[in-house]
């Protein structure tokens, strides 16, 4: 089974803060995302990375950057948290090619204050 | 941006009746339409997809139907159950790429 993990479930931060996602994947997959998911705006693309150290932005990629050093790990990073980033973020992974299901991670609810 | 539209937002459904979830999209050279379940507390998980190459596919309760001319397709659910429960995305893609646009979901509650 592809298993996706993020590193925390729940996360408060406080505006102007750093924040830092993980999500690891175990099956050797090409293809690494971030959505953000808000009630009514559906998942909505962060970033992207299709390989090592490759990075495209997605539909809101403002005020988020990612870096991908191994190819099992993508990592999201708020430079400076601000409230309207409170959301539930969606880490998810693909092999490249013709086989597009993504594999979604749990998700993490980061709560901006 | 391209779109997918989604509706309807919410849909509360008898057991045993038949749910059906509606999504309309505007590149036509997209030629990937996948379906995606999320249970509460987990991330989505894919559920049934197909390509504009067939107008329908059916897998058990679940059956999406694909109107190319209309740039239309739907998820049906035969025989709603209790654990259908969840909120569904559809979503379109192109397979020059591997990214897909999500839709904005729909919240299911199948009632006892």
């Known amino acids: 089974d592809v298993k996706v993990t993020q590193s925390s479930r729940y996360l408060v931060k406080r505006t102007g803060e750093k924040v830092f996602l993980e999500c690891v994947q175990d099956?050797?997959?090409?293809?690494m995302f971030w959505y953000r998911q808000d009630p009514g705006l559906g998942l909505r693309l962060i970033y992207f990375s299709y390989d090592v150290k490759m990075k495209e932005k997605g539909d809101i990629p403002e005020g988020y950057s990612v870096s991908r050093e191994k190819k099992e790990r993508f990592s999201l990073i708020l430079e400076s948290a601000s409230t309207n980033q409170t959301s539930m973020y969606l880490c998810?992974?693909?092999?490249?090619?013709?086989?597009?299901?993504?594999?979604f991670g749990p998700g993490t609810r980061l709560t901006v204050t | 941006q391209q779109q997918v539209k989604q509706s309807p937002q919410s849909l509360i459904v008898q057991k045993g009746g038949i749910s059906i979830i509606n999504c309309a999209y505007e590149n036509t050279a997209f030629d990937y339409f996948p379906w995606y379940q999320q249970f509460p507390g987990k991330g989505p998980a894919l559920l049934i997809a197909?390509?504009?190459?067939?107008s329908e596919k059916k897998e058990g309760r679940f059956t999406i139907s694909f109107n190319k001319s209309a740039k239309q397709f739907s998820l049906h659910i035969m025989d709603s159950q209790p654990g259908d429960s969840a909120t569904y995305f559809c979503?379109?893609?192109?397979?020059?790429?591997?990214?897909?646009?999500f839709g904005s979901g729909t919240r299911l509650s199948i009632r006892p």
């Open positions: 197909i390509r504009p190459d067939v």
């Open positions: 998810a992974s693909s092999s490249g090619g013709w086989s597009y299901e993504q594999y």
């Open positions: 979503a379109d893609g192109d397979s020059s790429a591997s990214k897909i646009i």
């Open positions: 099956m050797d997959h090409e293809n």
